[in-house]
């Protein structure tokens, strides 16, 4: 939620092509001080956003939609690299200069609202700019924060159990919505036992996925102010993570490190790994069988724990044309021809309308179209857990202290005190 900042993430958005080669990718800023006002009355905005060539080339094909249909409102663009852009953002935020509109996620809302740097979208809403109708399954809520209109959706995804079908099929596993956790490690060794492979790539540092499992047992990764969990807690989740190595059902830490970027499952190390549903498309580029999408594994049968993700475009506190950012979003989320430009590039669209207007022939996106429909058909999507001011932090020090500790580095103790000791620095706790 998919959409948080890590390394990991980031790998994996560049696999799929989501995040930019080099650079010299990136279109041409629109910075520099101003109002963005001429004298015929067209105003110009800045749009900003993290991924790859092929992204932009989409969303510069639906800027020239938007600049046709509002002519008095020009567009104009900058892209990087996931983690390059949050660095050219923080630093243009600091100096009170950030883009009009930009996409965001959200482990960021409260972080930048905090930095009093986030507009409040929810008074275009009520003037009329601005429509929060017809999203699917409850995504209009994703962005409020404290109840403010911090983001508005632009696409959803949910994590998955990707699997490569014929070492599934060859191990006689069939899952299927509400297979528990027993289901699943009794099934990780029939693969290990029947293919040779181990069964999974390993849960250590999938922070949405630990954070699935916590809700399942009336715990969540995050509160609104501080994390949702004890000590003794991640202290089970790792620890059971090197079970699984030392059983064989998880794969060899070293070999996934040593084949990266490039994914553990894609390289025939591993059955299955978890991940958002619309990475999908990372596998089948990558390797060579046929890969697809199993539900969660649930502690009672039943709550799986599961919420829809999204990437957000949010606007700037600072902007001189808040009616024309609303425009401009109201636009990217609602207009048909935008989806039908944009694809699954950012999940599967946010609301109804673009829903129905991309309908994908591929395989692989009809597979994840598919997914979230039975997600939405089983009734298990909640709301997502809250994110507090410091969670992208959290989430990095999540991601690296678990890689750590799954290459040995580090004793599962000594894991667990290091990330509680930096995740309460970075949320003030």
């Not at 989501?18 to 067209?42: F, K, V």
């Not at 104009?76 to 930009?102: C, E, H, I, M, R």
């Not at 999974?200 to 969540?220: E, H, V």
Request: aromatic share 10%; glycine share 12%; proline share 4%.
């Amino acid at each position: 939620m998919g959409t948080g900042g890590n390394v990991e993430r980031r790998t994996v958005l560049k696999a799929a092509g989501a995040t930019a080669a080099t650079l010299g990718l990136a279109a041409t800023t629109g910075c520099g001080g101003g109002d963005g006002a001429s004298g015929d009355g067209t105003v110009t905005i800045r749009y900003a956003w993290w991924g790859a060539e092929d992204r932009a080339q989409r969303i510069n094909k639906t800027i020239k939609l938007f600049e046709k249909k509002y002519p008095k409102i020009k567009v104009k663009t900058d892209f990087q690299p996931y983690l390059d852009f949050w660095k050219k953002f923080n630093t243009q935020a600091s100096g009170g200069n950030p883009p009009d509109v930009f996409q965001n996620a959200i482990g960021f809302l409260r972080k930048y609202d905090a930095k009093n740097v986030l507009l409040d979208l929810g008074e275009q809403v009520k003037a009329g700019n601005l429509s929060m109708d017809g999203f699917r399954a409850g995504l209009e809520k994703f962005g409020e924060i404290d109840g403010k209109l911090l983001g508005v959706p632009v696409g959803s995804n949910s994590m998955a159990l990707v699997i490569d079908k014929p070492v599934y099929t060859k191990a006689g596993v069939k899952p299927e919505m509400g297979w528990t956790w027993d289901d699943y490690h009794a099934a990780m060794k029939k693969i290990r036992d029947r293919t040779g492979r181990a069964g999974d790539t390993g849960p250590y540092n999938i922070m949405y996925l630990y954070d699935l499992y916590l809700r399942q047992n009336g715990k969540a990764f995050f509160t609104e102010s501080g994390l949702g969990f004890a000590e003794a807690d991640l202290t089970d989740w790792w620890t059971k993570a090197e079970q699984g190595v030392e059983e064989g059902i998880y794969a060899d830490q070293k070999k996934v490190a040593q084949i990266k970027p490039k994914s553990a499952l894609a390289a025939g190390l591993s059955g299955g790994e978890f991940t958002w549903d619309n990475f999908t498309v990372r596998y089948t580029a990558e390797g060579k069988s046929e890969y697809g999408l199993a539900p969660i594994p649930t502690t009672d049968g039943k709550k799986t724990g599961q919420y829809l993700g999204s990437l957000m475009l949010s606007a700037s506190k600072r902007t001189q044309h808040p009616k024309e950012v609303a425009q401009f979003i109201n636009f990217m989320v609602h207009d048909p021809e935008v989806a039908k430009i944009m694809g699954y590039d950012r999940g599967v669209p946010a609301t109804q309308a673009q829903y129905d207007a991309y309908k994908p022939t591929d395989p692989v996106n009809q597979a994840i179209a598919a997914y979230e429909e039975s997600l939405v058909k089983a009734g298990v999507l909640e709301p997502i857990t809250p994110h507090p001011n410091g969670a992208d932090i959290c989430e990095a020090a999540f991601l690296r202290i678990g890689e750590e500790l799954a290459l040995g580095k580090r004793s599962v103790a000594d894991a667990v005190k290091q990330f509680f000791t930096e995740s309460k620095t970075a949320l003030g706790s």
